[in-house]
């Protein structure tokens, strides 16, 4: 009778740990389940370029939005400009007649096209189509079909195009100067050795350049012209990146107030084109608060929300963020708290308004993606990995080598650091030329991120069932 007792006891404990190891070897699947969803989601998303253009075709032209201060230059040559130069909203346009009067081109317009054809070939009747761009579709076509960054606008029934794509149609690269109030454009002679395609990952990361304002350091040229050399990196690793706006800079002690809706000048229209630059490379625009501060203390170095703001206040702020987002065409996909600072009820009025908050959920301090309960809608994507202390890039590829499994591969870095790693050079023509070292830490933190068997993805490209 004993020894069938403990023969009992026997199977009882090993029928017991054999539904332990199952249990954790199930948990251990639907753990690492998560993660490869959004990695085959991210791979089977195709579209790299998230468009969202806000404003209409049709603008009634005012005097003050004829920019007559401002030169372009074509490989050094100035060019003829008869129409005048338009601003809306911090953004350069340039007439159809002008852009084909410069680059020895013949233009045709019809009710919603531009027809732009070479002089100099023979064409056939119905094979004379050089450029064509759709104003209903904001697309444009050459071999095949591209968006267009921002919507054409009809002015006394000549089109206008904006800056930022003429380059990419003619395919220039561009050198603001603010002294002289030059825009130089050159063929762009840095052709970008881009990976042939992505890679299938198991294990998804998320990569968020933090306090991107028009202010400080974004107000110098170089400075944005290496933001968008940081982008055209990212584009050739097929590295999708974040990049968390702050609308408006102020640091009212210095009596400052950068509000890009109501200040025009030439250093806020290379923000603005460098915000449309990176978004043509594979950005996802995220708003970082509006201000990122609160009374008379400076943008980016101080919170917004958290006890600084009432609820009333909070909601104010959000969508004035938002309004400005929409004037100035940025599409906008998630919503950061500046240092984290709110509180639940302040999340629960974000959630009104975005369906991704780039950080943790107040009450729950997750580490992976989670879907609010409050609305069934908003998923909460945290940063558990960090971001770079000073330069030291090294403990940053230790946490991305030691995630654990139930934490997002998902980190931060200022972007400013590592302009130290890019030197801009002048050639005998002028041209903006530089040097990107390879050893830079965001060169590092790529390297490792596909060693470890990540994939950049989208933060859109989580998708969580309620």
């Known amino acids: 009778m004993g020894r069938l007792l403990i023969k009992t006891a026997i199977v009882a404990l ?121 104003c209903k579709n904001d697309t444009y076509k050459i071999s095949r079909e591209n968006d267009l960054r921002n919507s054409p606008l009809k002015v006394n029934n000549n089109f206008y195009i904006a800056l930022i794509d003429i380059a990419e149609i003619f395919n220039l690269r561009a050198k603001w100067n603010y002294e002289t109030k030059e825009i130089k454009f050159y063929e762009d002679r840095n052709t970008l050795s881009r990976e042939s395609k992505r890679q299938r990952q198991k294990r998804p990361a998320l990569i968020r350049f933090e306090d991107v304002a028009a202010g400080e350091v974004y107000m110098n040229s170089d400075s944005l012209q290496k933001m968008r050399i940081i982008a055209d990196f990212m584009y050739s690793q097929r590295a999708p990146f974040h990049v968390a706006w702050i609308p408006r800079y102020k640091n009212p002690k210095e009596g400052i107030d950068n509000d890009l809706l109501k200040v025009d000048s030439m250093a806020n229209a290379d923000f603005v084109y460098t915000l449309d630059y990176m978004i043509k490379k594979g950005a996802i625009i995220g708003l970082h608060g509006y201000t990122h501060q609160y009374g008379e203390e400076q943008s980016i170095a101080n919170a917004e929300f958290g006890d600084y703001a009432s609820l009333q206040e909070t909601e104010i702020r959000v969508k004035a963020a938002i309004n400005t987002a929409k004037e100035l065409n940025i599409p906008y996909e998630f919503f950061e708290s500046p240092h984290y600072k709110s509180t639940e009820m302040q999340q629960a009025i974000f959630e009104k308004y975005f369906n991704y908050m780039f950080e943790p959920q107040k009450g729950v301090f997750n580490t992976k993606p989670v879907l609010s309960k409050r609305n069934n809608r908003t998923v909460y994507v945290p940063a558990p ?72 993805v989208k933060i859109h490209d989580i998708k969580l069932l309620k």
């Not at 998230?50 to 074509?74: A, C, M, T």
């Not at 129409?83 to 009067?101: G, P, Q, T």
């Not at 096209?113 to 119905?126: A, G, Q």
């Not at 870095?413 to 530089?434: A, G, Q, R, W």
């Open 14 to 134: 090993a029928f017991s740990m054999l539904i332990f190891v199952s249990i954790k070897i199930k948990n251990e699947i639907e753990a690492s389940k998560w993660e490869n969803n959004i990695a085959v989601a991210a791979f089977n998303d195709n579209k790299e370029t998230y468009n969202g253009n806000f404003l209409k075709l049709g603008f009634q032209v005012k005097q003050d939005s004829i920019v007559s201060s401002i030169d372009i230059f074509l490989e050094n040559k100035k060019a003829e400009i008869q129409n005048k130069i338009l601003c809306v909203n911090n953004r350069y346009y340039i007439s159809a007649e002008d852009i084909a009067r410069n680059f020895n081109m013949q233009v045709e317009t019809y009710n919603d096209e531009i027809h732009f054809y070479k002089i100099d070939r023979n064409f056939k009747k119905d094979d004379k189509k050089e450029i064509v761009i759709d």
């Open 385 to 456: 990995l960090g971001y770079v202390h000073d330069n030291d890039v090294d403990d940053m590829i230790k946490r991305i080598k030691d995630k654990g499994k139930d934490s997002i591969g998902a980190f931060f870095y200022h972007p400013t650091k590592e302009f130290e790693s890019i030197t801009l050079v002048k050639n005998n023509d002028d041209y903006p030329d530089y040097e990107y070292s390879s050893s830079s830490m965001l060169h590092k933190m790529i390297k490792c991120l596909k060693d470890e068997g990540y994939a950049p």
